[in-house]
């Protein structure tokens, strides 16, 4: 496997006629649960007050955020994280209980960890901790005002300082046991999905934050006492209050002693892990930084392949049907997939697509956008204006273009594993990136700024269809070489997630 993009993604697609066996492994299931044993559980305060936003004023970033909130104590703290990542329900699997949170993962195996250092909240001591959503708690890792040796570590190109820096990493094991290889692909999809959780939550609480994806790898698991065999760190965000302030001088965070072995030992998640070489070699090859100056060759939609002539503005909605509270809406998402095979409303489908425009307000500090590192299609069938088949969205000038006509909804679900379910939506959302532009630009790195860009608008339209009533489910399992074919890609063009959205039956019921 040559460790690229293109090589890690090739040798990891799935072939109809070379699908290899795999038996899950039941009595070695991954534990959900990091701990540390000997560290004291600081639980968070449980019901903090929650914003009462309209989904679709967060969704398009009409919160007026960083113009008045501050953070200052636990119960802000505990309001932030409770927004970005926590456990909503629960279901019977695997003879226990399994809890099902706010943010979707693959195969709900749960690989992201959230770290937080802070510093002045009144009630906490300053530090780094990690954050435990199943608890809704704190381990304190380090003491002290970290931010200084946070700010050698990445670079987030304020002139202020930060009161929160959040790193999000992964553990291999709880994907892989299950995905082997091809895991580090829901690693990244996994990790964009509690990115955006996160940058919504800061906007429905008038906060304000920066996403970084070029910090320092290895300072980064130094500093959080990270086994890089079994756990690595792949985004972060500094979180900022008020407009003005003297960023703190940065410490090298070398001069921070190792944290024990214990700590490191908390990255394992079984008794018998296996260790997938093709993840390590990715995410290894992926550490090196790019260039500062490189930049992308223009919108990754110019480099699929794909082609419309008769672009048509998105028309603003008069107003969202069935409008919910964000609150509501991240606690209601679930992954549903009873299609009901009734038509969408085009202007549910434009409030859908208009959400997708707005991901640029959570734009990285380093490394691209969202939307230069990706490119969004819709296959669509029974939408109220639109004609059946493959249009692609320009979100800088707000526009939907038609690729080619035809019936494609259920040639898609044949081409994802013959999950039939698929068949029954009324659109698939796709999100796509030519894989040698990527490695061309950005080198191996390239690959975490598609991946975990395409969670990031997944984990939009996940919020969007259930805050207008609507089912949604994603899914990164598919022929890759086939969908290609299908979709009428580039040599190196590849479909990386696709999210199904549409009515289903029953609709869905208020909590």
Same mark, same amino acid.
């Given at each position: 496997?040559?460790?690229t993009?293109?090589?890690y993604?090739?040798?990891?697609?799935y072939?109809?006629?070379?699908?290899?066996?795999?038996?899950?492994d039941?009595?070695?299931?991954p534990?959900q649960?990091?701990?540390y044993?000997?560290?004291?559980?600081l639980?968070l305060?449980?019901?903090?007050?929650?914003?009462?936003?309209?989904?679709?004023?967060?969704?398009?970033?009409?919160?007026?955020?960083?113009?008045?909130?501050?953070?200052?104590?636990?119960a802000?703290?505990?309001?932030?994280?409770?927004?970005?990542?926590?456990?909503?329900?629960?279901?019977?699997?695997?003879g226990?209980?399994?809890?099902?949170?706010?943010?979707?993962?693959?195969?709900?195996?749960y690989?992201?960890?959230?770290?937080a250092?802070?510093?002045?909240l009144?009630?906490?001591?300053?530090?780094?901790?990690h954050?435990?959503?199943l608890?809704?708690s704190?381990?304190?890792?380090?003491?002290?005002?970290?931010?200084?040796?946070?700010g050698?570590?990445?670079?987030?190109h304020q002139?202020?300082p930060?009161?929160?820096?959040v790193?999000?990493?992964?553990?291999f094991?709880?994907?892989a046991?299950?995905?082997r290889?091809?895991?580090?692909?829901?690693?990244?999809?996994?990790?964009?999905?509690?990115?955006e959780?996160?940058?919504l939550?800061?906007?429905a609480?008038?906060?304000?934050?920066?996403?970084?994806?070029?910090?320092?790898?290895?300072?980064?698991?130094r500093?959080?006492?990270?086994?890089?065999r079994?756990?690595v760190a792949l985004?972060?965000?500094?979180?900022?209050?008020?407009?003005?302030?003297?960023?703190?001088?940065?410490?090298?965070?070398?001069?921070?002693?190792?944290l024990?072995?214990?700590?490191?030992e908390?990255?394992?998640?079984?008794?018998?892990?296996k260790?997938y070489s093709?993840?390590?070699?990715?995410?290894?090859?992926?550490?090196k930084?790019?260039?500062?100056?490189?930049?992308?060759?223009?919108p990754?939609?110019?480099?699929l392949?794909?082609?419309?002539?008769?672009?048509?503005?998105?028309?603003?909605p008069p107003?969202?049907?069935?409008e919910?509270?964000?609150?509501?809406?991240l606690?209601?998402?679930?992954?549903?997939?009873?299609?009901s #095979?009734?038509? %969408? $409303? @085009?202007?549910a489908? &434009?409030?859908? !697509?208009?959400?997708?425009?707005?991901? +640029?307000?959570?734009?990285?500090?380093?490394?691209?956008?969202?939307?230069?590192?990706?490119?969004?299609?819709f296959?669509?069938?029974?939408?109220?204006?639109?004609?059946?088949?493959?249009?692609?969205?320009?979100?800088?000038?707000?526009?939907?273009?038609?690729?080619k006509t035809?019936?494609?909804?259920?040639?898609?679900? #044949?081409?994802? %594993? $013959? @999950?039939?379910?698929? &068949?029954?939506? !009324?659109?698939?959302?796709?999100f796509? +990136?030519?894989?040698?532009?990527?490695?061309?630009?950005?080198g191996?790195?390239?690959?975490?700024?598609?991946?975990?860009?395409?969670?990031?608008l997944?984990?939009?339209?996940?919020?969007?269809?259930?805050?207008?009533?609507?089912?949604?489910?994603?899914?990164g399992a598919f022929?890759?070489?086939?969908v290609?074919?299908?979709?009428?890609?580039?040599?190196?063009?590849?479909?990386?997630?696709?999210?199904?959205?549409?009515?289903?039956?029953?609709?869905?019921l208020?909590?």
């Amino acid at each position: 496997m040559k460790p690229t993009a293109e090589g890690y993604h090739h040798h990891t697609s799935y072939d109809r006629n070379a699908m290899t066996p795999h038996f899950l492994d039941w009595a070695n299931v991954p534990s959900q649960l990091k701990t540390y044993p000997g560290i004291e559980v600081l639980p968070l305060p449980r019901d903090p007050i929650l914003p009462d936003r309209n989904a679709s004023d967060v969704l398009l970033g009409r919160c007026n955020a960083g113009n008045a909130s501050t953070l200052s104590n636990a119960a802000d703290l505990s309001a932030l994280l409770a927004l970005t990542c926590t456990v909503t329900a629960k279901v019977r699997h695997g003879g226990g209980d399994h809890p099902l949170r706010s943010v979707p993962s693959a195969g709900a195996l749960y690989p992201t960890e959230i770290y937080a250092a802070f510093r002045g909240l009144s009630d906490l001591e300053d530090g780094l901790y990690h954050v435990s959503p199943l608890e809704h708690s704190l381990r304190c890792l380090r003491q002290g005002d970290l931010l200084p040796a946070v700010g050698a570590v990445l670079d987030l190109h304020q002139g202020r300082p930060p009161c929160l820096v959040v790193f999000l990493t992964a553990i291999f094991f709880r994907s892989a046991w299950k995905y082997r290889d091809r895991s580090y692909r829901y690693h990244l999809l996994d990790t964009g999905h509690v990115l955006e959780s996160l940058t919504l939550a800061l906007h429905a609480t008038g906060l304000s934050g920066t996403v970084s994806l070029d910090f320092d790898d290895s300072g980064a698991q130094r500093l959080l006492g990270l086994d890089p065999r079994r756990e690595v760190a792949l985004a972060a965000m500094g979180v900022f209050e008020g407009t003005s302030g003297q960023a703190p001088a940065e410490k090298d965070a070398a001069d921070l002693p190792d944290l024990p072995t214990g700590i490191l030992e908390a990255s394992r998640v079984s008794g018998r892990e296996k260790d997938y070489s093709a993840i390590r070699t990715i995410h290894e090859a992926g550490m090196k930084r790019p260039d500062p100056a490189a930049t992308s060759a223009g919108p990754m939609f110019d480099h699929l392949g794909l082609r419309s002539n008769a672009w048509t503005s998105l028309a603003p909605p008069p107003s969202w049907p069935n409008e919910r509270s964000y609150t509501d809406t991240l606690f209601l998402r679930r992954s549903r997939r009873n299609f009901s #095979r009734e038509p %969408l $409303d @085009q202007n549910a489908f &434009a409030c859908l !697509a208009q959400s997708l425009c707005k991901c +640029a307000q959570g734009e990285p500090a380093d490394g691209p956008g969202a939307h230069a590192a990706v490119a969004t299609g819709f296959l669509v069938t029974q939408v109220q204006g639109m004609e059946d088949g493959l249009h692609v969205l320009d979100p800088g000038s707000e526009r939907i273009g038609p690729v080619k006509t035809g019936a494609f909804i259920a040639p898609m679900a #044949r081409c994802s %594993l $013959d @999950q039939a379910w698929l &068949a029954g939506a !009324a659109v698939h959302v796709l999100f796509m +990136a030519d894989l040698a532009s990527l490695d061309r630009n950005w080198g191996a790195r390239g690959y975490r700024y598609a991946m975990t860009a395409a969670g990031r608008l997944g984990h939009r339209v996940y919020l969007a269809a259930t805050a207008l009533g609507l089912g949604c489910c994603g899914i990164g399992a598919f022929y890759d070489q086939e969908v290609a074919d299908l979709l009428g890609l580039d040599a190196a063009a590849r479909l990386l997630y696709l999210v199904a959205v549409g009515p289903v039956r029953g609709g869905i019921l208020p909590r």
